[in-house]
């Protein structure tokens, strides 16, 4: 069996999950890669950390339905063993759209995709790592946003409500496994260069934005990374309950 650290980033075929499998593979990781769609983006990055030495599997699963979550968790106990650090990453956002625009099927989209999600691998990675249950510990981190904070007017209300859902996640369940072994933490980036920002329909959005961010320019998917590896890593022991920004001073 693998004698490596173990750990599940969910949407890492690419963006910030895939720079984040990049990192955790380097620093001596098992990787789990889960992906929903981009199987060619999985595979990919699989081939590009294997041909550097490391170690991953790629998982398709789509983590807002419970059936792929236990699948997914499950195919990482039999593969690589026991789970210590759980990244929630996979995201989605909607085309910009004022409120009195959005139905009811785009917001539940939203809201199973960006939060049943998070709680879903939480639930999964909680049975597996809480003290309470036999296990040895671990770490939680969930990928928020900067949106928490601002609220998107005019763009998307609704992720931004999805991503303050995940800030009261990593706050309760930080204080519900406190004592039993895990920390849970989030980090909240701001304008990161991805692709997600083409399926807000403005994939230069990132660049339009560039003067108002006080640093003067957007971030990078590995500049998340490595605050994500540092929340998961034992540098960071004595953080639980805690968000990290990471939006250029916005
Ligand atoms: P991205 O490039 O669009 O990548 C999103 C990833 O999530 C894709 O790999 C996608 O998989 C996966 N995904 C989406 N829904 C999924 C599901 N139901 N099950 C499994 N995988 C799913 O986005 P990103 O910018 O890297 O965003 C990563 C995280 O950072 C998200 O939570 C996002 O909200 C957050 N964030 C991003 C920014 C930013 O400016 N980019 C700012 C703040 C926060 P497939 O490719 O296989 O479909």
């Keep these: 069996m693998n004698n490596k650290k173990v750990v599940l980033i969910t949407g890492a075929g ?42 991953c599997i790629t998982v398709q699963a789509d983590v807002s339905l419970e059936p792929d979550v236990l699948r997914l968790f499950s195919t990482i106990d039999q593969e690589l063993g026991c789970l210590n650090v759980l990244v929630n990453n996979a995201g989605v956002l909607k085309q910009q759209s004022r409120l009195e625009d959005m139905t009811a099927e785009r917001i539940n989209a939203i809201l199973i995709n960006n939060v049943t999600s998070y709680f879903l691998c939480c639930r999964e990675s909680v049975k597996r790592m ?27 209300i609704d992720y931004a409500a999805s991503k303050g859902a995940i800030d009261t996640l990593t706050k309760g369940l930080s204080l519900e496994v406190a004592a039993e072994g895990i920390r849970v933490n989030c980090v909240r980036p701001g ?6 920002h083409a399926d807000g329909g403005e994939p230069d959005r990132v660049s339009r934005l560039e003067s108002i961010i006080p640093l003067q320019r957007g971030g990078e998917p590995s500049e998340v990374a490595e605050a994500i590896y540092w929340l998961a ?16 001073g916005l």
């Design 14 to 55: 690419r963006g910030i999950g895939a720079a984040t499998a990049k990192l955790f593979a380097k620093q001596g990781y098992a990787v789990c890669i889960n992906y929903k769609s981009n199987a060619e983006a999985a595979n990919r990055l699989a081939f590009e950390i294997t041909s550097n030495g490391g170690k």
């Design 130 to 156: 809480s003290t309470r249950h036999g296990g040895d510990g671990g770490v939680i981190v969930n990928v928020s946003s900067g949106a928490a904070r601002s609220g998107s007017p005019n763009e998307y």
């Design 191 to 196: 304008l990161i260069h991805t692709e997600m």
């Design 233 to 248: 890593s034992d540098k960071s022991s004595f953080s639980t309950g805690n968000y990290l920004d990471l939006a250029g």
